[in-house]
């Protein structure tokens, strides 16, 4: 992994950000789908939350990049400007709140002592890891993002991400609660509760995903919206049960 953060050291961001992403981070090129190196290697092991995307984004992986080379320019350590990288995937806004919101309704704070799901993400606190199914950026052969497609869990190379790097991630952090973001992280954790490397009881999957395109279901499974207001989108009955389930697993959690 030397090689590939050496060369981050020197890639070129403008030409990264518009989609053309150089051979010295290439880590493997796989049928239809690439990966590629960013600094996302660092493991906070004192968190007590830990937010699992898909996959980071072009744009998240460019601004890791940057973090890490202004690091290194600021005469940080290796190990520190890893550190500072990988703390660019802060989840903050809208989305932020939406999660603190749901964390709250079904319990999590109680399970550590917490009024409130704010305090993981206070100033200076250092109890959320951040961190992908697929911990670097997968690519498609046109240069776009990768969204799921293929499966990763049916892909050979996609699926040995999983097994090796977040698997690591997972025997790092096994007092946490685990919050998959989207059915690609659910999946990608269930997985690994499945070979064991997880505790099933600490992986909170049913929670919508906090991104605005979601505010209908957030706001029905926090009780601002009635089932009567609800378009037909939305699956009251599932959220009913996602939200009680949740309740009742951090409530054996806490117990």
């Known amino acids: 992994m030397q090689t590939f953060i050496n060369a981050a050291r020197t890639v070129d961001l403008a030409a990264y950000r518009r989609g053309q992403t150089p051979a010295?981070?290439?880590?493997?090129e796989h049928g239809t789908v690439s990966v590629s190196y960013a600094p996302f290697d660092f493991i906070n092991r004192s968190a007590e939350l830990v937010l699992v995307g898909l996959t980071p984004g072009r744009t998240q992986a460019a601004n890791a990049i940057e973090a890490l080379q202004q690091?290194?320019?600021?005469d940080k350590?290796?190990?520190?400007a890893l550190r500072i990288a990988k703390s660019?995937?802060?989840f903050s806004g809208s989305m932020r709140s939406s999660l603190v919101a749901m964390l709250d309704a079904v319990?999590?704070?109680?399970?550590?002592g917490r009024t409130s799901a704010q305090e993981f993400f206070a100033s200076g606190s250092d109890?959320?890891?951040?961190t992908s199914a697929l911990r670097y950026p997968v690519y498609l052969a046109n240069g776009d993002n990768y969204s799921g497609a293929p499966d990763p869990l049916g892909h050979p190379v996609l699926r040995s991400m999983i097994e090796s790097h977040l698997a690591e991630e997972a025997?790092?952090?096994?007092?946490?609660?685990?919050?998959?973001l989207g059915k690609g992280a659910a999946a990608s954790l269930q997985h690994l509760v499945g070979c064991g490397v997880l505790d099933g009881r600490r992986v909170l999957?049913?929670?919508?995903?906090?991104?605005?395109?979601?505010?209908?279901r957030i706001a029905y499974f926090l009780g601002r919206k009635s089932c009567d207001q609800l378009s037909v989108k939305t699956n009251a009955a599932r959220i009913d049960d996602a939200r009680e389930r949740l309740r009742l697993q951090v409530e054996a959690l806490a117990a």
């Open 205 to 216: 999957s049913g929670l919508p995903h906090p991104s605005g395109a979601n505010a209908e």
């Open 71 to 74: 690091a290194f320019a600021a």
């Open 24 to 28: 010295e981070l290439t880590i493997g």
């Open 77 to 80: 350590t290796q190990d520190e």
């Open 107 to 112: 319990g999590v704070p109680a399970k550590f």
């Open 127 to 130: 109890l959320v890891h951040f």
């Open 171 to 180: 025997a790092a952090l096994p007092k946490a609660i685990w919050v998959p």
């Open 88 to 90: 660019t995937a802060s």
